[in-house]
């Protein structure tokens, strides 16, 4: 006995995995870890096939991202969160201003404020589902702002501000990179992890670094100024050239990135990534613009993510329910963010979503709701 409501098979998307992070994981990236047993799971990553993986994906984002001349692909461990915390060591000179205008922005902001070696942090806030953008301000040498803050489904230009002299753009590409196309000139510091655009895991961070971000990490580091050698970006960076991280790195979850930027570089680059993120989140911009009872949350067209699409839903239909009936049928993490409080569905589209899935969500949620509401 169930009170559940059976969608029809026909209608069910192939893979109901629709999470804003971590995300939906492709069968060629669990292959592909099948496929690297036992030559590369369960070995030193001090030794040569756990760093030629760590060089392969080096070289691939280089090329998915076409960098400039004298940028660098660094990485290590502890996700987004932690690279915050590493960056207000070693990016920041004496005083950061960010834009805040969702939970992950915010969350970079109280880093560098509470960070005793900085000055207070300038923090521009903007209401969830609007943006602020960084403008020019005398005393900051870091201008710090989300590509995609992935609780609200905003997605803002990456343009370097007018005025801002030597300052760096340090820019948190989390659920951007890999989903939305960018001007990598734009930044000194692009930084992400892999368990959202990348399908893999999470645990371990990425960042693209402009010649102006390394010297600045150089001239801290030379600084005197105390910095704990887990967050040191100075001692990752060091570590990176040599292919690996100063700790032991889930060689899983790189294994599993690997695979990812093939199957990307393969279908044609960036482009072709974030291509399959827009077609598959104008589904559902244009589902909720015909259907009267969802609306998308974020009023400006311009602003509205490619990969992460909220979506708010009439009073008369119970996000809570409706998202049971789907989870009971294997449709799952359309969950809106919890500190959001809407009535409301959150769907990641990042590239390893089938465009031709999210054509599925929408008639599996218009024939649930079609029978919840009467
Ligand atoms: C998910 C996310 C983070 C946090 O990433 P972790 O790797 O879990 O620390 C930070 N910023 C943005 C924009 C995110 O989407």
Redesign the pocket.
């Known amino acids: 006995m169930t009170d559940i409501i059976t969608l029809p098979d026909a209608l069910l998307p192939r893979d109901g995995r629709f999470g804003s ?1 971590p995300s939906k994981v492709s069968d060629a990236q669990v292959k592909a870890l099948v496929e690297s047993q036992p030559g590369v799971l369960g070995t030193s990553h001090r030794q040569a096939p756990v760093k030629g993986l760590v060089r392969d994906i080096r070289t691939m984002l280089g090329e998915l991202y076409a960098l400039p001349e004298g940028h660098e692909v660094i990485l290590g461990n502890g ?3 932690m690279f915050w915390d590493a960056a207000a060591f070693s990016l920041v000179q004496g005083r950061a201003q960010h834009c805040a205008f969702g939970e ?1 922005g915010s969350k970079f902001a109280k880093a560098t404020d509470l960070a005793p070696h900085l000055g207070a942090s300038s923090i521009r806030t903007a209401p969830g589902g609007e943006a602020v953008l960084p403008e020019a301000e005398d005393g900051i040498d870091v201008y710090a702002w ?1 590509h ?3 609780s609200t489904g905003v997605a803002v230009p990456v343009l370097r501000p007018e005025g801002i002299g030597d300052a760096l753009t340090v820019v ?1 590409a ?2 951007a990179a890999g989903g939305i196309e960018v001007d990598i000139a734009q930044t000194d510091v692009y930084y992400f ?1 892999p ?2 655009s990348f399908a893999s895991d ?1 645990g371990l961070w990425f960042a693209i670094v402009s010649p102006a971000a390394i010297a600045r990490i150089e001239e801290i580091a030379a600084s005197g100024r105390w910095i704990p050698e887990s967050l040191s970006l100075k001692v990752a960076l060091d570590n990176s050239r040599l292919e690996q991280t100063l700790n032991t790195p889930a060689v899983a979850t790189l294994v599993m990135m690997r695979a990812q930027l093939e199957w990307m570089l393969a279908g044609g680059g960036l482009a072709f990534a974030a291509g399959r993120s827009a077609r598959s989140s104008q589904t559902l911009y244009e589902w909720a613009a015909r259907t009267s009872w969802a609306t998308p949350f974020v009023a400006d067209p311009a602003l509205r993510s490619p990969v992460v699409a909220t979506i708010d839903l009439d009073p008369r239909v119970d996000s809570a329910e409706l998202r049971r009936h789907l989870r009971a049928q294997g449709v799952v993490d359309i969950d809106p963010y919890r500190k959001l409080g809407r009535n409301q569905v959150r769907v990641g589209v990042y590239p390893a979503v089938d465009p031709e899935d999210v054509g599925s969500l929408v008639q599996c949620m218009d024939y649930l709701v079609e029978r919840l509401l009467t």
């Open positions: 992070g996700g987004s969160t992950f989300p995609n803050e992935t948190d989390t659920s992890a368990q959202k999470g």
